[in-house]
């Protein structure tokens, strides 16, 4: 089993559309919790941190859920310029904050 | 503003040369990582040094991958002799104490 595990997809929504995705993890040790964003051809960006109260960034809403390990990302409004790879990152602070990433959710939005 | 630089941006190169990636982390960030990713297996941790020494390097094939931090300005991944399987993008990634991880733009490998 994977550490990081999410969906692949893609997900094809329409513009303006609400997406969710989900990620969960397998280590309850899990410290810090990350979504970043990686274009094709691009390297991965950081999108958020994940917080346990969870956090909102514009029409991002980041939330995690430690009694079942998993955390989502909800995106509002789609925009064409959503479409990406949304990587789901967790690190162990006793593992020196390795970054563990999952497989990747691959959304796309049409007109 | 401040950016992970990886050289080369491209490499092409035949079966059996060495190959050697390049990464210049961000000034004052303390922990370098070495990822690789393929359609097929996604972003893989291939090292990470932590104030330049390695905390984990389980996994790098041994027998051909060889990583350093000669200085805290550069990180460097080898191969030797390079495969046809390994052929990848690789990408190096630095971060300051106890905050996220910063991307360089990855070393497109292909080994033919």
């Known amino acids: 089993r994977k550490e990081v595990e999410q969906d692949p997809g893609p997900f094809n929504v329409p513009e303006g559309a609400t997406v969710a995705f989900n990620c969960t993890y397998s280590n309850s040790a899990s410290q810090s919790f990350f979504w970043y964003r990686q274009d094709c051809r691009k390297e991965p960006k950081l999108l958020m941190s994940?917080?346990?109260s969870g956090n909102e960034d514009g029409r991002f809403t980041a939330q995690l859920n430690r009694a079942s390990q998993y955390i989502s990302l909800l995106i509002r409004d789609s925009k064409l310029s959503d479409s990406a790879t949304y990587l789901c990152?967790?690190?162990?602070?006793?593992?020196?904050?390795?970054?563990?990433f999952g497989g990747g959710t691959r959304l796309m939005v049409k007109p | 503003d401040a950016r992970v630089t990886q050289t080369p941006r491209d490499k092409v190169t035949e079966m059996g040369q060495e190959v050697t990636m390049r990464c210049q982390p961000i000034l004052g960030h303390n922990t370098v990582f070495w990822y690789r990713q393929t359609m097929m297996q996604g972003l893989e941790l291939l090292a990470y040094f932590r104030n330049r020494a390695p905390l984990d390097d389980s996994g790098m094939p041994k027998d051909r991958f060889s990583a350093e931090m000669p200085d805290a300005t550069l990180a460097t991944l080898k191969i030797q002799p390079s495969e046809p399987r390994d052929s990848a993008v690789y990408f190096c990634?630095?971060?300051?104490?106890?905050?996220?991880?910063?991307f360089g733009q990855g070393t497109r490998l292909t080994v033919v």
């Open positions: 990634a630095s971060a300051a104490p106890g905050t996220k991880a910063f």
């Open positions: 990152v967790v690190t162990l602070y006793n593992a020196g904050n390795m970054l563990t």
């Open positions: 994940v917080y346990s």
